[in-house]
């Protein structure tokens, strides 16, 4: 068994999540008026410096990001529908405010002066020089360089832009869909799912609920034996939200729009501008030539999937008829567990919740050279979720918050993310506020009989999530807009990806993966049939990836402002993931948050940061020791202190020593670099 975690009073600026519908509304006013206040006073500059412009201008960032990210924040995790209501209100007001801002002539007039100024430009140090380069630079992007109707017509399209990305996620959240299945037609399920899981009585007959939250989904799309409640449950997540259908499809024209207006061929055009990437023809290169190298893997794949389900037909008396999309877990997992004779659900016994986020807390401490400090009886917005404090290593020092809110729940946010809820900076008197983070997710809860269990994927994914928490903690810049997480888009998953490793090294699992009823350490002989089984399905597996990527690239780097967004999803799936599509008429790119969540023309970031996380990983953490705190605490230095206050090329060419490859990467995922 791991340490206890240490635990005390709440200390530091803690936040107050416990806000009416009301208080949001006030505060929301208050943000836009002194927001509007501190603009004018900015543009009734007659001699613009960069004291007088650019800084109240970040410091209003600085001051006023910490209360708009807890009040638009709340939509995602209050239980109270009209908070809910009253955060989204709130986003769609302060992204509309913000809008605006982005677009006023007299304000971007001030700010150019003191851009213009070589006198200014020369006295400021490197981070306040990159601030208002990137200040500059919005505000050219936002369309100050357009005549006055182009301008309105820039604002209009994107207040309307945030209004759909808004609703999109708030149907999302809360359209979840749901079958029930008699117990038989759930055969292959370990009875832990059946315990206290809601029953209906239809047509006189007990039946379970299944809904579309992950816990649920993802265990009968693997462990069904029934093709048809596979299939019936496939159809219950692909046809929720059709509302979210039109709203994708316009917001595509009218990203396409913008782009347009600005100059730009395609949304990905412009949007690429500011990644590692630059532009689409290297993104399209590079999700193109993956998908050859992962078909020469597939193809092998393929003809072992295909031979199980042959099998199966053949025993049911019944004809194959293809694979389908929903029999991708459930035949990639059969092959897993034959192969490798990996049973998800022996091995989760060793993955009791409570434990392995202690294990990993513990390990990243380790690493990264801190303390973390449960806090007891925290002010939290639902009593499920806990409050952490971090400190450096020797006490002295405290570092930030962080939020764990990791069961599900009804009209909760779907899948797992961290929300930077407040970005450090440097205060206006010099001293530093502290950042705070909050970690969501879906992991299983725990049952009367049996405490909460992940499968090893579900702590990959813990590893990966508290990965971004700690981006967060362990950043310090001077501007809250560099904070963190604040990077390029194709780089901020790196970080977070690297730290996965630790999910798959034996002296590291041996640490956390405790038998839930006796105690005892993961056996090593488990260890290594898990670790052999890794890449197991990898050409498959990132196939899928590729084909996310690819539909994003097919309906952001084209000048069809009509590309039919289903369509497109289906089709390119279908090629690209090599299992067909159900003959019934679905709509899977309804829940694909990434597309109207901030990563538009940017899903091709999840791949490509690969490259760099693997290479880090090897370069340093294999070669030098995964607990080796040296090469922990030059990672923070190199690659979390720094956030975006520099480009993300510079801090890893200081961590490797050198300009990254893609190597190790290829060889990571079961494919040599040549």
């Not at 990305?165 to 009875?191: A, H, I, P, Q, Y």
């Amino acid at each position: 068994m791991t340490a206890q975690m240490p635990t005390g009073s709440a200390k530091g600026t803690v936040l107050n999540f416990n806000l009416s519908p009301k208080e949001i509304t006030r505060i929301t006013d208050r943000l836009i008026a002194n927001g509007m206040a501190i603009q004018d006073r900015v543009a009734a500059q007659s001699s613009p410096t960069f004291a007088n412009v650019i800084v109240p201008l970040a410091m209003r960032e600085n001051e006023q990001s910490s209360e708009y990210y807890l009040i638009t924040f709340l939509q995602n995790v209050s239980t109270d529908k009209d908070v809910r209501d009253a955060s989204t209100e709130a986003e769609e007001r302060l992204n509309a405010f913000e809008i605006e801002s982005s677009m006023r002539e007299d304000v971007y007039a001030v700010v150019r002066a003191v851009f213009n100024n070589a006198s200014e430009m020369d006295k400021l140090g490197a981070e306040d020089r990159r601030l208002i380069e990137k200040m500059e630079l919005s505000y050219r992007r936002n369309g100050l360089a357009l005549d006055k109707e182009k301008r309105e017509r820039l604002g209009s399209i994107k207040k309307h832009l945030s209004e759909l990305e808004t609703r999109f996620s708030r149907n999302v959240n809360e359209g979840d869909g749901f079958e029930t299945f008699t117990r038989e037609e759930l055969d292959g399920l370990v009875d832990d799912f059946f315990e206290g899981r809601e029953t209906k009585v239809v047509d006189g007959v007990k039946k379970y609920v299944v809904t579309t939250k992950y816990p649920d989904i993802v265990p009968v799309m693997m462990k069904a034996t029934s093709e048809a409640t596979r299939r019936r449950m496939l159809y219950a997540e692909e046809t929720r939200c059709p509302e979210n259908i039109p709203l994708l499809q316009e917001a595509v024209k009218l990203r396409l729009e913008v782009a347009q207006l600005l100059g730009y061929r395609t949304h990905a055009e412009y949007k690429l501008e500011l990644s590692m990437a630059k532009d689409p023809e290297a993104v399209l290169a590079f999700e193109k030539d993956l998908r050859q190298r992962l078909d020469v893997l597939a193809d092998k794949e393929i003809k072992e999937i295909e031979a199980l389900k042959r099998a199966d037909k053949k025993a049911a008396g019944e004809k194959y008829d293809g694979l389908f999309s929903w029999d991708f877990r459930y035949y990639s997992n059969m092959v897993k567990e034959r192969k490798h004779n990996i049973n998800d659900d022996e091995v989760k016994e060793y993955f009791p919740m409570k434990e392995v986020t202690r294990g990993i807390l513990e390990i990243y401490q380790t690493m990264l050279g801190l303390r973390f400090v449960k806090v007891e009886d925290a002010a939290v917005w639902h009593p499920e979720v806990e409050l952490y404090e971090v400190w450096e290593a020797d006490g002295k020092q405290f570092t930030g918050h962080f939020y764990l809110d990791l069961f599900p729940r009804a009209d909760k946010y779907n899948h797992a993310a961290v929300w930077p809820i407040r970005p450090g900076f440097v205060r206006a008197d010099g001293t530093h506020e502290f950042p705070v983070a909050a970690m969501v997710a879906n992991f299983p809860k725990p049952t009367a009989s049996k405490p909460a269990l992940l499968k090893h994927s579900d702590a990959v994914t813990l590893l990966h999530e508290l990965g971004h928490v700690l981006h967060s903690i362990c950043s310090s810049t001077k501007w809250a807009r560099f904070h963190g997480t604040a990077t390029e888009g194709d780089f901020v998953e790196s970080p977070s990806q690297m730290l996965e490793n630790w999910g798959w090294e034996p002296s590291v699992l041996q640490k956390f993966a405790v038998h839930y009823k006796t105690g005892k350490p993961i056996p090593a002989e488990l260890v290594k049939r898990l670790v052999a089984a890794k890449n197991e399905g990898a050409g498959l597996f990132n196939l899928r990836q590729v084909f996310f990527g690819l539909f994003d690239m097919s309906i952001h780097h084209t000048e069809d402002p009509n590309v039919d967004v289903k369509k497109n999803f289906l089709k390119l799936r279908q090629e690209i993931s090599r299992f067909e599509n159900d003959s019934d008429d679905t709509w899977g790119t309804s829940t694909f948050g990434h597309m109207m969540g901030g990563y538009d023309a940017g899903y091709y970031g999840y791949m490509w940061s690969l490259v760099f996380s693997a290479d880090m990983f090897e370069s340093r953490f294999i070669k030098e020791g995964v607990e080796n705190t040296t090469t922990g605490m030059d990672y923070r230095r190199e690659i979390l202190l720094p956030g975006g206050s520099r480009d993300a090329m510079i801090s890893l060419e200081h961590f490797l020593g050198r300009k990254p490859n893609n190597k190790a990467f290829l060889r990571s995922i079961g494919l040599e670099s040549h």
